[in-house]
């Protein structure tokens, strides 16, 4: 497939899990950042099969809704952080520890407890499966080094940097793999930065770049304020924490704009990134119509120009069903193609 010039279109990473593999009820409780029990309905021996196929179902549903950049739609994962963390040296996966998350709830983490090391592949075969199942450019995705720390219990190094440069080499050495497995993308999530900006101006452009450290293929780096259907209320109406990703080595900065209608005035501030605007309002369980995503491309256009504007989702869409998914995705293509045509 010969992507667009302009207005490519995306995913941000994640696609609903089917019923018959994941129990969406108790997934439904909670974005996990240690390992979820009773998630999967098919037994052990069967599962990574099971999980493939899945894989396959997602791809094809991004195919055939004409996106242009697929993922495997996170299908293997319990959430979009846990799979790589708790498989680190150092985290002690058995006996989670407590902190304090961004709603004041106390939720249950991997405790590190050793020095963090990848010490062997953990999404090297999803990204190998992905590339052997679809000729599209392929994107996969990784927590980011800021968010691993902040959704941690540290118990070993005592020094809020250490740990994040920790996990930050943690994730090259996992980028590194996905890139001579043929990813065309690799994105890290980074959600907390947020969380913590006064830490985040301290370490995040560092720590990002540390993770990216000899990474050749296209790089983004993802921002939201969570997932519409785990995030109570109104979402801000504005980053706390933005304008320095400009000075991080990440082609792409990739935020979520339909649901919390931001200023986006704000993307000036990362120049000369590509932005990938977030044109599908995941809160709403109504299918955009393709007028109603193409207008959201136009006003992204106010303030980037077309060559480094890609459309997508606000955030992941596991959470969603898995017909309104698709035919958000589907409006989404169509939504690029009126504007593009537009641009001639």
């Known amino acids: 497939m010969t992507i667009p010039r302009l207005l490519p279109t995306t995913v941000v990473g994640s696609y609903p899990q089917p019923e018959w593999l994941a129990n969406r009820v108790v997934l439904s409780k909670l974005v996990p950042r240690v390992r979820l029990e009773g998630l999967w309905r098919v037994p052990e021996p069967y599962l990574e099969q099971a999980q493939d196929d899945a894989t396959v179902v997602a791809i094809r549903d991004m195919e055939r809704a004409g996106i242009d950049i697929v993922t495997d739609g996170e299908i293997r994962r319990e ?135 000899g990474i050749t293929v296209s790089t983004a780096v993802h921002l939201c304020f969570g997932y519409a259907a785990v995030v109570a209320g109104e979402k801000p109406a504005g980053y706390s924490f933005l304008a320095p990703l400009a000075d991080t080595t990440a082609e792409q900065i990739s935020i979520e704009s339909a649901q919390p209608k931001i200023d986006l005035g704000v993307l000036r501030d990362l120049a000369p990134k590509k932005i990938m605007l977030g044109v599908l309002d995941l809160g709403d369980p109504a299918i955009e119509t393709a007028e109603a995503v193409a207008e959201r491309i136009r006003r992204g256009l106010e303030h980037v120009p077309a060559e480094r504007l890609i459309p997508a989702p606000d955030c992941g869409m596991k959470y969603l069903p898995r017909a309104v998914a698709f035919g958000k995705l589907k409006a989404l293509a169509e939504g690029a193609a009126i504007v593009r045509r537009e641009l001639g």
């Open 79 to 213: 959430s979009y952080s846990n799979r790589f963390a708790t498989a680190l040296d150092g985290v002690d996966a058995e006996n989670p520890g407590e902190i304090v998350n961004r709603a004041g709830s106390r939720t249950l983490v991997p405790r590190v407890v050793g020095a963090i090391r990848r010490t062997r592949p953990v999404e090297v075969r999803d990204m190998q499966f992905l590339r052997a199942n679809t000729d599209r450019p392929a994107k996969i995705t990784l927590p980011g080094p800021f968010t691993l720390s902040q959704q941690a219990k540290d118990e070993f190094y005592g020094d809020e940097e250490a740990l994040i440069m920790a996990f930050a080499a943690a994730v090259n050495a996992e980028a590194r793999d996905l890139q001579a497995a043929g990813a065309d993308v690799i994105q890290l999530d980074e959600p907390w930065l947020r969380n913590d900006p006064a830490a985040a101006g301290r370490y995040a452009v560092k720590a990002i770049n540390r993770a990216l450290e």
